[in-house]
Structures are given as structure tokens and as C-alpha cells.
């Protein structure tokens, strides 16, 4: 089995989340999608969202693709919540399952900063999610890493369980979370931003300002 997971901090979770991850999932041919809220620093400079309004609204979001899974895995963790531990613990619970780390170009360009990023593909590939009007550009050990492993066949996404960077093509949507929490909170439009579902949901609990 081929599984899907894709990380983020979802506050709140819009269209180009999930319209791009969709896009990925089909193009990869998974079964499952594990779309993980991260765990938050206490202390920001926004009215954001808890956790569980966070994974409440993923849940929304995707709430007619069934092989979707809001999963609180990074949420139920105390301390840092570091990818590469919750790929190591994912490895143990499905030993022989294919497991793929979906993320964005912007983070991708960037993995040499992340923690233990020289191990992430000892227990997962890692599929590049990368836009039209991409222009972040990668680092040279990310230039390095994508020339050692990247793989242009989806068959050894799913013969391998882990190893392999492969870079998707996928919808260039203009929404961030940065600009719709703004609109929110100054009571510009926003609806058609989000799924109904979970619009309807920011005003029933009064989020980022709503009222």
C-alpha cells in the first residue's frame, strides 16, 4: 500500500491545500492520504487557531474524499514535533507499506535545515509539490540530494517502501493562509477561500477575528 502523508499547519486549511494535494494523491496513485495538522509554538503573533480546531477543519475540508484521514499524529506528541520522527514512527506501524512525505517546493527548498534531513529518506520518498510560478530556489546540498535520488517512475514509489524524490506538477493556486487569516480579520472576502464546510465552521467558533 501506497501512503500519503502531507504536513502542514493548516490554519486555517484552504483550497490550495487541498485542491494541490488532491492533485499529488491522484498523480501518485496512493490509497491513503494522512493530511497531518503540526504542532504550534505557544506563543504567536496571530489569533490563530487550537489544535483541534486545526484538525477539525482538515476534516471538513476533506470530508467527501474517503481515503483522506485527518490524522493528529504530530498533535498527539509532546515536545518538538520533527518530521523525521514522525516518519520513523509511522515506519514502525507499517513496516511494509510505501510511505510518501508530500511538501510544498517553498519548504522542499529548503530540507537542508530541517532536522535529521539526511535521514527523512531512510524511511520515506519524498514528493515534491512544485507550481507553475514556482521561483524559490533550492539550496546546493537540495540541488545534490534530488540529483542522487530523484526517480521519474511512480512504479518504484510503490515496489520501494522508501528512498526516492519525485517531483509533481501541480495546480498554481494564489491563496495562502497568511493572506486569508488578514482578510479574515478585516472583514474582506473569504469564503470562496475555503471549503463551505469549513467556513462555516470559522464562524460558528469565531475564528481570527470573526465575530
Known sequence: ML?????????????????????????LGAEIMH????????????????????????????????????????????????????????????????????LGNDAFANLDSWFGWQQLLDYAHLAVMRRPAQTTPWTAAVQ?????????ALTELHQQ????????????????ATALRAALATGQSWREWVAPKVADYIEKHHLYGQL
Open 144 to 152: 545534490g540530494l534530488v540529483e542522487a535520488r530523484q526517480t521519474t
Open 161 to 176: 517502501r522508501s528512498g526516492a524524490i519525485y517531483l509533481l506538477d501541480t495546480p498554481d493556486i494564489a491563496i495562502s
Open 35 to 102: 493530511v497531518m495538522p503540526s504542532a504550534l509554538p505557544p506563543h504567536r503573533d496571530y489569533p490563530g487557531a487550537t489544535a483541534e480546531q486545526r484538525l477539525a477543519m482538515v476534516d471538513l475540508a476533506y470530508s467527501e474524499v474517503t481515503q483522506v484521514i485527518a490524522e493528529d499524529w504530530e498533535l498527539r506528541r509532546e515536545g518538538h514535533s520533527y518530521s523525521l520522527l514522525t516518519l520513523q514512527e509511522m515506519r514502525e506501524t507499517w513496516p511494509n507499506d510505501s510511505l510518501v512525505f508530500l
Open 3 to 27: 501512503r500519503v502523508v502531507f504536513g502542514g499547519t493548516f490554519d486555517p486549511i484552504h483550497k490550495g491545500h487541498v485542491q494541490t494535494s488532491l492533485a499529488a494523491f491522484a498523480e
